[in-house]
């Protein structure tokens, strides 16, 4: 769940996540609420929901935990308001960082992330302070080893995708939002298999962070992606993979 653009980075997050799989069963559960509230309760009619539902039988979510997140968010079962709301601030070295959370309690969540920040070395900014440095993209990784350029090149942008980068070691796929499904489905059917695959905020440059305030973004990072109410968090950072292993 990052949107940040380097492979290491990507691979220091993702082991994270696939040390709390509980976590994101639970923030899986909360994007398809939010986004039948948003849009309805057919996946058939409602991409964001789609799009979640896709993600949720990707981590192999049981069929029953997710047609109870659809009727909670269509209020067909209780099960509480739930907001979401983008938080914009910067780190350590002054890059950008965005947190998406989902809260029933917009107070205490602010004071908390809020806090975080200050801790790690950051600061909470304004809204609209940071988020015009991103855009809205599906962002598809796939592992070097498992695919070639010039394959990638062939199915993905016939798929609808915008473009294809060299990030170390891996290819990362970037379409408008409305192809992320072409596109995966795409390589399915190829049977290349995804690193990671989501809807996500992807910086439109990076900055470079070196010694101690790419160590102190990657803790701000963590330490943010560890809170209850985030959903995800996006920074228009890089930094080398040396770092990303002298912090694990």
Do not use: C
Request: no cysteine; aromatic share 4%; charged share 30%.
């Amino acid at each position: 769940m990052s949107g940040h653009s380097k492979w290491a980075t990507i691979k220091h997050k993702k082991a994270a996540l696939d040390a709390k799989r509980g976590k994101v069963f639970t923030r899986l559960i909360k994007e398809i609420m939010i986004a039948a509230r948003g849009g309805g309760g057919d996946p058939d009619g409602n991409p964001r929901l789609r799009t979640a539902v896709l993600a949720a039988k990707a981590v192999s979510m049981p069929a029953d935990n997710i047609k109870r997140a659809i009727m909670r968010g269509t209020g067909e079962l209780e099960g509480g308001q739930i907001d979401e709301i983008l938080y914009e601030g910067y780190g350590p070295g002054g890059a950008a960082v965005l947190v998406n959370v989902a809260t029933d309690n917009r107070n205490r969540t602010v004071s908390e992330i809020r806090h975080i920040f200050s801790k790690n070395g950051g600061n909470l900014g304004e809204q609209g302070s940071v988020a015009w440095l991103f855009e809205r993209k599906s962002q598809i990784i796939v592992d070097a080893e498992k695919a070639t350029e010039d394959q990638l090149m062939t199915l993905a942008l016939d798929a609808g995708a915008d473009d294809i980068r060299d990030q170390d070691g891996a290819w990362e796929i970037l379409s408008p939002p409305e192809a992320h499904e072409a596109v995966l489905k795409a390589l399915e059917n190829a049977k290349i298999e995804t690193e990671s695959a989501e809807i996500a905020m992807v910086p439109k440059n990076t900055v470079k962070l070196e010694g101690k305030n790419a160590q102190a973004m990657l803790r701000l990072f963590d330490v943010l992606d560890e809170h209850d109410d985030v959903q995800n968090v996006y920074g228009n950072y890089e930094v080398d993979e040396a770092e990303v292993e002298a912090l694990a």
